[in-house]
């Protein structure tokens, strides 16, 4: 065999190895996910195939991904990949320690579970995207223009209305679950009465003319 390919395989081989590792932080944090919204119902196993997740040969995608709410539009962007997803995991447990969750990556990897876990839950399309925004942001600290903006900002207001504003909370406190549960339902609520929308969003998101 060939210098070449020996490389090749060495490089497939490593990213494999981190294409596992990244799959049990995946599961880990699921299941995290998984207990905070438990009162909201149960969103099921991990499953990979929902997810961008595979390894890169040649710039090759060996398994096309699904959509993903942090995929970025264009396919040329770095975000593009599945490993796009593999490297914030990796970073964020890296991080995990000495930063907790109040890091970037942890907000598109959180972005990418609850978004999933809110489309199992029956939330569709924008609604569920903008539930998986705000979840990110309540769980790390930082904004990530997907969703709807105005439905973003509602969750973290919700989310903070009764605690203070900070992000070392616990998937497992029953305040969390409670107030988790209370978002959902007015999520679930704005999907299913278009005029309750308008009335608590869309009317609140107006935004005025500049004169001239």
Do not use: C, H
């Not at 919204?37 to 060996?62: N, R």
């Not at 447990?93 to 109040?102: F, H, I, M, P, V």
């Not at 978002?183 to 929308?197: G, H, P, R, V």
Request: proline share 3%; glycine share 6%; charged share 30%.
């Amino acid at each position: 065999m060939e210098l070449e390919e020996l490389l090749k395989d060495r490089e497939f081989d490593e990213g494999q190895k981190r294409l596992n590792e990244a799959l049990l932080i995946a599961q880990r944090e699921w299941e995290n996910v998984r207990s905070s919204l438990e009162l909201s119902g149960d969103i099921g196993e991990f499953d990979k195939e929902d997810f961008m997740i595979g390894v890169i040969e040649e710039d090759v995608i060996i398994r096309e991904p699904f959509l993903s709410p942090t995929k970025s539009v264009s396919v040329y962007a770095p975000t593009y990949y599945p490993m796009y997803f593999v490297k914030n995991l990796l970073t964020m447990d890296q991080k995990l320690a000495t930063e907790g969750y109040s890091t970037e990556e942890a907000l598109y990897v959180f972005i990418e579970l609850a978004t999933k876990a809110a489309g199992r839950l029956g939330l569709k399309g924008s609604f569920s995207m903008s539930f998986g925004a705000g979840y990110g942001s309540a769980r790390s600290g930082w904004i990530a223009e997907k969703g709807y903006p105005r439905e973003r900002e509602l969750f973290v207001e919700m989310f903070f209305r009764n605690r203070k504003k900070s992000y070392d909370w616990d998937f497992f406190w029953n305040s969390i679950k409670e107030d988790l549960n209370g978002i959902f339902i007015k999520f679930q609520a704005w999907q299913n009465d278009e005029t309750l929308y308008k009335k608590e969003v869309k009317s609140k998101a107006v935004v005025k003319p500049m004169l001239v």
